[in-house]
């Protein structure tokens, strides 16, 4: 028996399993802006609901703050598919599929539909993680739907088929009937039942004639989910090379490799630019990067970076334009993590952080100082 096989695995207890997929179905369905908050607001209503329940047990008399929430308002996975166990027994497991050369159907585009995909899934998280290769698989791999007014796309408790992007056109998403959403001219829906092997838990019907981009099941599966989980596994690996991150939970990094975008850089290229607005930090993956200033109308080195260190938060930190630009100084590849997602994830970390300006202030006057006696 191999080493792989010998692993001792965590096992995820039926009630997380549950909650989780209860958490995930009122998620996609809703597609709120913020996951955090919406998190908060979930799981404190949840846990009201389950307090007015263990009151309305203990005593005859009706309480005012029986349920939170109301019948309309139960948890979800109870008023979409009940509660299947066999859900999450029967999901996709990508560290278990070892299937990387299975045929994907490909789908001939003209230069014109290309261009439209492309545009049309470009905003889709599901995508961020691909890679240029990937993306191609996923373009070539999905086709065309025209939809027509009134028509159903999918259907509340059948069996998940395909995994739509929207092009153009309006769409409301139904649940017993129910409207609960409208998608207008752009979003996905359809991959909760393919990420779980459950039955859709909502229909969703066309309000006006559009395009839609399908992608079967397969392919869903092998590109999206698969690259998803390798990314994650590559970039905790990289993280734990971080010290600085060692403060992080485990959970947290776990987000933060979720959140990263990689980038690739060539030799002599420049990342980040001094004087410009951050938008964002950088982790290095593979090769070097040279820190430089602006200095007597050229530019000086600072500092070299490798692999396992970062650039770029002090910007962030400081609430001011970049203090020096970045060059690769070969074939590099980095891991870009976005404004937003900083002080979401790594608001945490703004003291260690901060105690990094010393540092290059130290190496800047070290520098002037050896200039000067030239």
Not at 9 to 21: C, G, K, N, S, Y
Not at 93 to 110: C, M, R, S, W, Y
Not at 222 to 240: G, N, P, Q, T, V
Request: glycine share 6%.
């Amino acid at each position: 028996m191999s080493a792989q096989q010998n692993k001792q695995r965590l096992q995820v207890p039926d009630a997380l399993r549950e909650i989780l997929l209860e958490f995930s179905i009122a998620y996609l369905l809703e597609q709120p802006g913020d996951i955090v908050d919406y998190a908060v607001e979930f799981f404190t209503k949840l846990q009201e609901s389950r307090k007015a329940s263990a009151l309305k047990q203990s005593v005859d008399l009706p309480s005012p703050d029986e349920s939170v929430l109301s019948q309309e308002d139960e948890p979800v996975v109870q008023r979409f598919v009940g509660r299947r166990k066999s859900v999450f027994a029967e999901a996709y497991d990508p560290e278990n599929d070892d299937d990387d050369e299975g045929a994907t159907a490909i789908f001939p585009k003209t230069d014109e539909q290309r261009a439209r995909l492309t545009e049309s899934v470009k905003n889709i998280l599901l995508f961020r993680s691909l890679d240029k290769e990937q993306m191609n698989q996923v373009l070539d791999a999905m086709f065309e739907k025209k939809v027509v007014l009134d028509e159903y796309i999918i259907r509340q408790g059948d069996d998940g088929d395909n995994f739509y992007v929207i092009e153009s056109g309006v769409y409301k998403a139904f649940v017993n009937e129910k409207h609960i959403h409208t998608y207008n001219n752009s979003g996905s829906f359809g991959e909760l039942a393919l990420l779980y092997n459950m039955p859709r838990a909502a229909s969703i019907q066309a309000d006006s004639e559009g395009f839609l981009w399908a992608m079967d099941r397969q392919t869903f599966r092998r590109i999206l989910l698969k690259s998803a989980f390798k990314k994650r596994k590559m970039y905790e690996k990289l993280l734990d090379s971080v010290p600085m991150l060692k403060a992080l939970q485990n959970y947290e990094r776990m987000n933060l490799a979720d959140a990263l975008i990689s980038k690739s850089f060539q030799k002599g290229e420049r990342i980040i630019q001094q004087g410009e607005v951050a938008d964002g930090m950088y982790f290095i993956e593979d090769g070097k990067i040279s820190i430089q200033i602006s200095q007597d109308g050229g530019e000086v080195e600072i500092s070299q970076l490798g692999t396992g260190q970062y650039f770029g938060e002090l910007a962030l930190v400081t609430h001011r334009p970049r203090a020096a630009s970045a060059y690769a100084l070969e074939n590099c590849k980095v891991a870009f993590l976005a404004k937003d997602s900083f002080i979401r994830i790594l608001g945490s970390l703004l003291d260690i952080m901060k105690n990094n300006i010393g540092q290059y202030d130290e190496q800047f006057q070290s520098m002037l100082l050896r200039d000067s006696n030239c």
